[in-house]
Every structure is written in C-alpha cells, then in structure tokens.
C-alpha cells in the first residue's frame, strides 16, 4: 500500500505544487490578476502549441498510430460520446434553464487533457506516457470543440434565436480549423510524416527553441491556474457546479475505469483512459459559454471546482489502479 501511495502521490504533486505555487505568488503580492490574461493567451496560443507540436513532431508516424492507440482513440470516442448522449438527454430534466444547462453538460465532459492529462502521463510513463498521449490529442482536442458547440446550439438561452444547421456547421469547422492547438498538432503530423518518409524532420537549428518555448506552456499554465484561484468565486451557483464536477471528476472516470478494466485494459492503455476522463474541465469551457450564451459565471465556477478537487480525485484513482495492479 505504501508502494502506491508514493506512485500515486509523485504522479500528482508536480502538478499540484505548481498550482499552489501560483497561489503563493498571488498571495504575497508578486503576481497579479493581470498575469493571468497575458499568461493565459500566451500559453493557449503560442506555447501549448508549439509543445504540441515538437510532441508529434518527433514522435515515429507509426507509434503514434500504432493498434494499442488506436484502440485507445476508439474507446475514447465512444465513451464521450456515450457520455454526451446521456447527459443530453438527463439532464434537462434536473436544470429548467437552457444557459445552466448547456454550462453543466458542458463542464460535465471536457476535459483539460493537454495542460492536465498530458503532463499527468508523462510523470506516470515517462516517454511512452507522452508518446501514448500524443495521438490522443487531435481527436480530445476536435471532439470537445465539436460537442460544446453542438450543447450549446441545443441549449439556447429562449431569448436566443437557435442556430440552424449551417449555421452550427460553420462554428464547428471555425472553431476547428482556428484552434491553435489543432493547427499545431496538425502541423507536426506533416513533420513526424515527412521524417518517417524521407527523413526530413525539424531543422536542427530550430529543435531548442522550439523546446524552451514549449517547456513553458505547462509550467506557466499550472501557475496561471493558482494565480487564477478564488473561493469567492463558487459563490451563487456551488449547488450545480458541485454536481458538475461528481459527473466529471468522480463518475465518469470510474464508469469509464470500470468498462475498460472488464475489456482487458491495463497499465498505460487504462492510464490513457483515466487522464482523458479524469481531467478537469478545460479552461477553454468558460471562453465558449461566454461566447455561445451560455452561463459563463456558472462554466468559471465549475472549471474552478473540478481543477481544485481533480488533485484528490486523481490520486484516488491512481492509488486504487496500482493498488490492484491495474497499472
């Protein structure tokens, strides 16, 4: 049980000491609120990106479609969208108001897999953790953006004219091709292709800074977080964002656990089954509740509450996996 414990523990605790670290500067007046829209930006369009990028980039064209990710992806598509269908069709049921709704289903299924359960592999597998991660990535990445703008299409606030189908069409494929996230990863898949093919990878000159600049991005993005952090925040919608955060930081993971367990996942297969469903909710769920209309103060509230309580949820899990040899 010991042995567990520490795996589990020095899996999370980089990521949480980071967080916490960014808690402490704002605590003592080093950094301020304004650090968080610049940090922000810049990791979610330069740095993250070009840490994408130099991921599949350097990673064999092969592994990254190698049968055990493939299956992996599969798993990963009909579970989320498994997940999306039952609470599209649930919870209407619980939450009357359309914008509330579109932000719970929203925070109930998208993950922060490229800042969270990116970096969480790798402190648990090392290179084959990022190297398993690494195809995951375009499909999180295309289906969370396709979904939220779906939900919210759905869940148009009654004042609000519904979208047609064009008209939904056309967000998702903006939303996509737009993304600096895809374009990044999208761009190394023709390096990691040319270099499998023809042995033309990155220039030599441009690996290190490419490198410096990528190493920021999950640093700066975890700091940002604990700059970001404010109790008062949860206040007038904890209720919901609570319920939130048991469908995405407790049940879906443990559903989704269970049923790869029973199909004969084990070690890093089920550890990329747990990061893409026990991640918190990605920051980019408030940056579209505000712009589709929906409730945008309730998305900030749930992000908030899932990142916080992802730390012991995560460990929980990872404990309980190798506790029992899963992993």
């Known amino acids: 049980m ?4 520490i795996y589990s523990f020095n899996s999370v605790a980089p990521i949480f000491l980071l967080v916490l670290f960014g808690m402490l500067l704002k605590k003592i007046g080093f950094l301020k609120d304004d650090f968080c829209t610049i940090a922000d930006k810049f990791v979610f369009k ?7 990028f130099k991921s599949v980039s350097q990673t064999e064209f092969e592994k990254i479609f190698s049968s055990e990710n493939m299956t992996v992806i599969l798993f990963f598509l009909v579970g989320i969208i498994a997940a999306f269908c039952l609470l599209c069709v649930t919870v209407p049921h619980f939450i009357k108001d359309n914008a509330k709704c579109g932000s719970f289903i929203q925070g109930a299924f998208r993950g922060n897999f490229a800042i ?14 990022r190297i398993a991660a690494t195809p995951l990535l375009p499909v999180v990445t295309i289906m969370f953006n396709i979904l ?11 004042d609000q004219t519904k979208k047609g189908i064009n008209e939904i ?3 998702i494929t903006l939303s996509i091709v737009k993304n600096p996230l895809i374009i990044g990863i999208m761009v190394g898949f ?13 220039p030599q000159f441009a690996i290190k800074p490419i490198s410096d600049v990528s190493a920021c991005a999950v640093p700066l993005a975890l700091i940002s977080i604990g700059v970001n952090f404010k109790p008062e925040n949860l206040k007038g919608r904890i209720g919901i964002a609570a319920w939130s955060m048991a469908v995405k930081n407790m049940i879906m993971p443990a559903l989704t656990l269970v049923v790869a367990i029973l199909m004969g996942f084990r070690g890093l297969p089920l550890t990329m089954v747990l990061v893409s469903f ?3 909710t990605s920051v980019s769920s408030y940056i579209m509740a505000k712009n589709m209309h929906g409730d945008s103060e309730l998305a900030g509230q749930i992000l908030l509450l899932t990142t916080v309580c992802s730390l012991a949820t995560v460990f929980l899990f990872i404990f309980i996996l190798k506790q029992f040899a899963f992993i």
């Open 2 to 5: 010991l042995e567990s414990f």
């Open 46 to 52: 330069v740095a993250l990106p070009f840490e994408l």
């Open 116 to 129: 969270f359960a990116l970096p969480l592999a790798t402190n648990m597998f090392g290179e084959a953790g």
């Open 148 to 158: 939220a703008v779906v939900v919210f299409s759905i869940f148009a606030p009654k």
């Open 169 to 171: 069409v056309k967000q």
């Open 190 to 202: 023709v390096f990691s292709l040319m270099k499998t093919n023809f042995g033309l990878g990155v």
């Open 278 to 280: 026990g991640s918190p």
